[in-house]
């Protein structure tokens, strides 16, 4: 007993404890970021097929073909929630499995639970077939049969080569058509609205032309409206070919319990048999399904398909966010570290400055709602765009408030980092330039700021790693679910400040939580995620890199 | 230094003296421009950082700013004659005013030249009276008068708006909703002393009017339209009911939009209400005395809405009532609060269009301005000498017309804009309508317009400071216990790999936990929630036998592994105590609850969210960990070494020197530490937006979720006015936030700056 005391009062097990505490920090992180890399990852791997017997509660027997993407125990009583109440016996746990089935044009449901006792049989079968649909998601079934022109052409055994082969062909004419719908009719659309925008801006300012010239403008607006809409019948009637094209063909599949279902070729986008699959062929699939996941537009409510717009849009909005941070906060930062008289007035402002960075960041975002956005944006548009009126042009959120609140936000992150740098650059060295004769402006041009470059990355790759992540002052001032077009695109001018982009963080926010079919989400979701968090993650392993050799580089200057 | 050089040296090589002086006037000229320079963008960037306080306070201004009227013009009651006006109207934009007579004359003049626009009379029947008027809520613009012969004539004042030439044109109109032919109201034919009319409004088709007629009896009518068989003009469809006699002193009735109630008081100060909604006993439902002894009822009228309504008394009283559901589903007439009173009999209530504010009138020509929710009078001003009998306010609340019983009528500029904000309005428990007790609630905003908004702070203030709390309670003990052994014991080739781990968690987007946590961990929680305790129990019990166990290792290897590796060992218990917890979890439950500790909770009286303030805890404790754990590691490693080395020279075992050497100096950065991370909790919006169900809940269970300010915010700021009361108050919240923890950050850094100073001191 007295052993144990004595123990306890040498503090031995209050170490052990606080080392624990530590242990259990560490592995939380390692953990989070585990689960976020396997469940990120695994999203593209193609996944076993399984189809499974099941007795429903009446006593039929149904077929089950899907994906596992849930395991659960539960408790007798938990059991009673399910149809198997009742026959739980004793104290017995039971497990069901969640099967993603698909056919959500069949079934009406991706998922369904299924209760382990239910299961009766389990097969992995070879010929089993997940489709990967341009709508309503996945397909899992067998292929009954391939049409053309409603004409059977394959059916069997070889109907599945014939099938892959249709649609690697099909790939280039859908590609095509994505073209033409998203960047052809678009930039015509376009076309069409900015003659309609010079048109009322005409009418706006008809009383200071000459009536003469009111008419040339005119005409020379409606001549281009003119073309736009010529070009604008071509395209569609190329369009309409392409299409007709595609629909020729068809597939019919049967799915587990036996339903047929007909599709037409244009809907699909691929098609595995994930069973029947080497290990090579699963990685191939991977690559391909990764870049599609980097390098694709979303589907399906931003459910399914890529998120190229999202990564498209944090990118453009931290680059012009870095564009106005980086002078402002180095001016800044030298401002307070060599030109500010230092005292208690300048030590109030520098802990200020500082102490802005833990300010909520929503609290900015509030902020550039009502300055940027509706001040300031508010008196653009009365300035410069009367003609758009009632339609607000900067007067709502868009890119450009969206940069310029994140430039504030992070202000003090480059501004902490650029002054430490400043800091750190040996007295002697500075003073050795003084003397020799350089004025203070030669100084800072040739000494300082060159030794205090690395400090001000580092300041900048922080910000920039602060803002990729931040969503919540974004979502007051400029990122939108789903945005119509990107930001920089081939029409006049170039990059396009007012218009609202994507963003990576809204996009894990919107689509885990606001969209119609969170289950079905899910897993592009963890993607995402770990999209972001690699991007952070390798940002900030790079200002850490460089910080420290920063440090080792000085601390050899000043011995 | 430059003018020296010159002089020795020889002028093959350098620049001759004029030249290099004006070179160096040149490079002096460029030094201050960079100075200038420099200083001016140093200053516009730390001004418009502070640019962020002055703006967020200029937004919330406007609410401390009283009410008041302004620019008064005077003039005679516009084609006046010898009647008074029973109504005064105002249109939208304030162009127009309407006067409706007792003598059923409705005249529009121009409010800026008082020029009459349009008078028209109302007919009734052939040899019918007018006898009573009566008007419904102002917003619906809808008037009755009633007739000697029992019937009535339904009438709104429109206001059709042109744009010839751009310019902004109203043209004044009347319109009869249900035909120009009178409507049957008293099946007996007798005449209508008192009439009232009221269009139905959130699912109540048609409209009602009420009447009392010269023989007390209490007749209504439902009207409606109907489109008839052949198109054509709608015809009007109505259903005449008696109610049966009353007291010969019940006057004034006004029925609810809701069309299933009917208030009226009686010369004794008394209220009455009927019921006539079918579904229930028709007739007298309820009455209740409303005034002092002694003092009369003067005016009674609905406020916006009609769920409450104003009792204006001779003695100048003014209360507002409201009907409250019973246990045995039978309403009853309760009084909510009374305002600041008249010194004179009330004259004149007006409601306002579309909140909960009105103004009133006495026999002394005072003007009054309350509000309901707020309990405010935020205007009193005497305006003339003359009793008021009419009050009207334009739709937007930025006009007020008034009629003195001298046949004059005052137009005022008013300014009103946030009567509905006080501090008890935020802060004290406030009783709303239709509910029995006060309470603190949050809920700003609705889809309809009747709606009555309940801006509380508290359910916010207290959410935000429950998710905080709950934080720091998982986080701070980690974090500080982590810190100490990090900076302390643990070998430094270890921490120079551990404290940049850690501190790359505070860089992981909020996002991302706020995700996991609402997606992964509240799910997750839900179904093993009895391994989150048994993990909280198991850990500690694991850190100790696994300490016990090493104790009793033998010695050759408990030498093979230096001290500063317990956190290392300490590995496999943590995956072992997990895992094993996740294993008997469901076990556990069969066992303590009865199978299912979710519906154990719920049996025992404690609600459970699936996303509550146990997952917030833990995902925005995952947040703060590295901003606790980084600061308290500086604070503790930055202990001056010859104080810990002393202690230890002196015999004390290292946990002694911890405890009573260590934590004793570098408790101020521990303090600060904790309060930044406190900081940081309180203004963290997406891990609580997205892992908790936003519920604006008043209390402190574990198993409930909450709605912080800052995700409030977040929810309800792109959504609404800019410039209404409830903009305002979400810009109130950010600079609560922002001052809170610009106080917290600045009192926590000026902790840290004085025991650096006190280090460098020992």
């Known amino acids: 007993m007295s052993n144990t005391r004595k123990w306890f009062a040498s503090g031995d097990p209050w170490i052990w404890m606080i080392g624990g505490a530590l242990t259990v920090s560490l592995l939380m992180v390692i953990g989070l970021i585990g689960l976020i890399a396997v469940r990120g990852f695994g999203h593209f791997w193609p996944a076993e097929l399984i189809e499974t017997k099941v007795r429903t509660a009446s006593g039929e027997i149904e077929i089950v073909l899907g994906e596992i993407t849930d395991t659960e125990t539960l408790t007798p009583l938990q059991l009673q929630d399910t149809d198997l109440a009742g026959q739980a016996d004793g104290d017995a746990l039971t497990s069901r499995a969640q099967f993603k089935v698909g056919n959500r044009d069949v079934f009406s449901s991706d998922f369904r639970w299924i209760l382990e006792p239910r299961r009766i049989e389990t097969r992995v079968p070879d010929d089993a077939i997940m489709l990967e649909r341009r709508e309503y998601g996945n397909f899992y079934g067998y292929l009954v049969n391939i049409k053309r022109d409603g004409e059977v052409i394959a059916r069997g055994d070889n109907a599945f080569d014939e099938l892959k082969a249709m649609l690697e062909k099909n790939r280039a004419q859908v590609d095509e058509l994505e073209h033409i719908d998203r960047y052809e009719i678009g930039a015509i659309n376009y076309r069409l609205e900015q003659a309609r925008l010079d048109e009322r801006g005409l009418e706006f300012n008809r009383d200071k032309i000459s009536a003469r010239e009111y008419q040339q403008r005119m005409a020379e607006i409606e001549a281009e409206r003119e073309t736009a809409r010529a070009q604008y019948k071509d395209l569609r009637e190329q369009r309409d070919a392409l299409m007709r094209e595609l629909n020729r063909a068809s597939v019919t599949m049967r799915t587990a319990d036996g339903r047929e279902k007909e599709m037409k070729l244009s809907n699909l986008i691929r098609a595995t048999r994930n069973n029947a699959m080497s290990v090579f062929e699963k990685t191939g699939y991977y690559l391909v399904k990764f870049k599609e996941f980097v390098l694709g537009y979303p589907r399906e409510a931003n459910t399914e398909g890529g998120i190229m717009p999202a990564i498209f849009g944090t990118i453009t909005m931290v680059l012009l966010m870095s564009i106005v941070v980086t002078p402002f906060g180095v001016i800044a930062a030298i401002y307070l570290r060599e030109y500010a008289r230092q005292g208690t007035f300048l030590r109030i402002v520098r802990i200020s400055v500082y102490n802005l960075a833990g300010v909520p960041s929503i609290v900015f975002g509030v902020f550039g709602l009502g300055f940027f956005v509706y001040t300031m944006g508010g008196s653009i548009d009365a300035l410069f765009y009367p003609e758009r009126a009632p339609q607000p042009v900067f007067g709502t959120p868009g890119l450009l408030w969206a940069s310029l609140t994140l430039a504030l936000l992070t202000l003090p992150v480059v501004i902490v980092a650029t002054e430490e740098g400043l800091t750190r650059i040996p007295r002697a060295v500075r003073e050795g330039s003084l003397a020799l004769g350089a004025t203070k402006a030669e100084t800072l041009r040739r000494i300082v700021l060159p030794m205090a470059a690395p400090a001000m990355m580092t300041g900048l790759i922080l910000a920039v790693a602060r803002a990729a992540g931040e969503v919540a002052p974004l979502m007051l001032v400029g990122v939108v679910k789903l945005a119509p077009a990107l930001p920089i695109d081939g029409e006049f001018p170039f990059l396009h400040l007012e218009r609202k982009i994507m963003h990576l963080g809204f996009h894990i926010y919107d689509v885990g939580f606001q969209s119609p079919n969170v289950e079905a989400a899910r897993p592009l979701v963890y993607a995402t995620s770990l999209m972001l968090l690699f991007i952070i993650i390798s940002l900030n392993l790079t200002a850490i890199s460089i910080r420290n050799r920063l440090r080792e580089r000085f601390r050899a200057d000043s011995d | ?762």
């Open chain 2, 1 to 762: 230094m430059g003018q020296n050089s010159t002089g020795s040296a020889g002028k093959a090589i350098l620049p001759s003296r004029a030249v290099l002086e004006k070179r160096q006037r040149r490079r002096n000229l460029k030094d201050s421009a960079v100075k200038w320079l420099i200083r001016a963008g140093g200053g516009a960037v730390v001004i418009s950082l502070g640019l962020i306080f002055v703006y967020l306070f200029s937004e919330v201004a406007p609410v401390l700013r009283g009410t008041s009227i302004d620019n008064p013009q005077r003039f005679e009651a516009p084609a006046g004659g010898d009647a008074s006006s029973e109504r005064l109207m105002l249109e939208r934009y304030s162009d127009i005013g309407a006067r409706l007579t007792a003598d059923g004359r409705i005249v529009f003049w121009k409010l800026d030249d008082q020029s009459v626009l349009k008078t028209q009379r109302i007919e009734g029947n052939p040899e019918a009276e007018i006898t009573s008027f009566g008007s419904g809520e102002p917003r619906t613009r809808t008037h009755v008068y009633g007739f000697s012969d029992g019937s009535a004539v339904v009438l709104e004042d429109a206001y059709k708006l042109t744009f010839p030439n751009d310019q902004r044109v109203l043209i004044p109109q009347l319109k009869y909703p249900f035909g120009t032919d009178p409507l049957q109201v008293d099946p007996q034919g007798r005449a209508l002393r008192q009439v009232t009319v009221q269009p139905g409004s959130s699912g109540a088709s048609g409209a009602v009017i009420a009447a009392l007629t010269v023989d007390d009896r209490l007749v209504m009518a439902r009207v409606r339209t109907r489109q008839s068989f052949l198109g054509g003009a709608a015809e009007a469809e109505v259903s005449a009911r008696d109610l049966g006699a009353v007291d010969p002193g019940v006057t004034a009735p006004i029925v609810s939009t809701d069309l299933s109630n009917i208030i009226a008081h009686d010369d004794a100060g008394r209220l009455h209400y009927f019921n006539i909604d079918d579904r229930k006993p028709l007739g007298l439902a309820d009455s209740a005395q409303a005034v002092a002894d002694g003092a009369d009822i003067t005016q009674l009228r609905f406020l916006n809405g009609s769920k409450s309504w104003i009792v204006g008394g001779s003695d100048g009283s003014l209360t507002q009532w409201m009907l409250v559901r019973q246990d045995d589903n039978r309403f009853t007439l309760t009084p909510m609060r009374s305002f600041d009173a008249h010194d004179a009999a009330v004259t004149a209530i007006a409601a306002d269009y579309g909140r909960r504010g009105f103004a009133t009138g006495d026999a002394d020509g005072v003007l009054q301005l309350h509000y309901s929710t707020s309990h405010r009078t935020t205007l009193r001003e005497q305006v003339t000498e003359q009793p008021i009998v009419a009050i009207a306010q334009s739709p937007v609340d930025e006009q007020l017309l008034i009629e003195h019983a001298g046949g004059e009528i005052l137009l005022y500029e008013l300014w009103n804009e946030h009567p509905d904000l006080s501090f008890s309005a935020l802060w004290s428990k406030v009783l709303y309508e239709g509910r029995e007790e006060p309470a603190y609630v949050w809920q700003a905003s609705s889809g309809s317009n009747t709606f009555e908004p309940k801006m509380s702070m508290v359910p916010l203030t207290i959410g935000t400071l429950k998710a905080a709390l709950f934080a720091m309670i998982f986080a701070a003990p980690l974090a500080i216990a982590g810190a100490i052994y990090t900076a302390y014991f643990m070998t430094p080739r270890m921490r120079q790999t551990v404290k940049p781990t850690i501190e790359l968690m505070e860089a992981l987007p909020t996002v991302i936990l706020g995700f996991l946590a609402g997606l992964w961990l509240a799910p997750f929680v839900e179904a093993n929630l009895p391994m989150i305790f048994m993990v909280l129990i198991g850990l500690p019990t694991g850190f100790l036998l696994a300490a016990m166990a090493w104790q009793k290792a033998p010695q050759a290897l408990r030498e093979r592994v230096p001290a500063g590796w317990e956190a290392a060992m300490l590995v496999p218990v943590v995956v072992l105590v997990v895992w094993v917890s996740a294993a008997l979890s469901p076990w556990a439950e069969l066992w303590f609850f009865n199978g299912d500790m979710r519906q154990w909770l719920t049996s025992v009286g404690i609600t459970y969210d699936q996303r509550n303030a146990l997952v917030v805890g833990i995902a925005m404790g995952f947040a703060v960990i590295p901003t606790i754990f980084s600061i308290a590691e500086d604070a503790v490693f930055t202990v001056p070494k010859h104080l810990t080395q002393g202690s230890l020279a002196l015999g004390a075992s290292s946990w002694q020197t911890v405890t009573r050497v260590v934590l004793l100096t570098a408790s101020p950065g521990i303090f600060s530490a904790v309060m930044i991370g406190f900081g940081r909790a309180v203004g963290e919006t997406m891990i609580v937006l997205m892992a908790t169900g936003n519920s604006p809940v008043v209390n402190f269970n574990i198993f409930e979720g909450m709605r912080t300010l800052s995700a409030n915010i977040a929810v309800e700021l792109p959504e609404t006015a800019v410039g209404s009361t409830h903009y305002r108050v979400l810009f109130f919240a950010a600079l609560v936030l922002l001052l809170f923890t610009f106080v917290v950050n600045t009192v926590s850094e000026i902790v840290r700056q004085r025991l650096r100073e006190r280090y460098s001191n020992l």
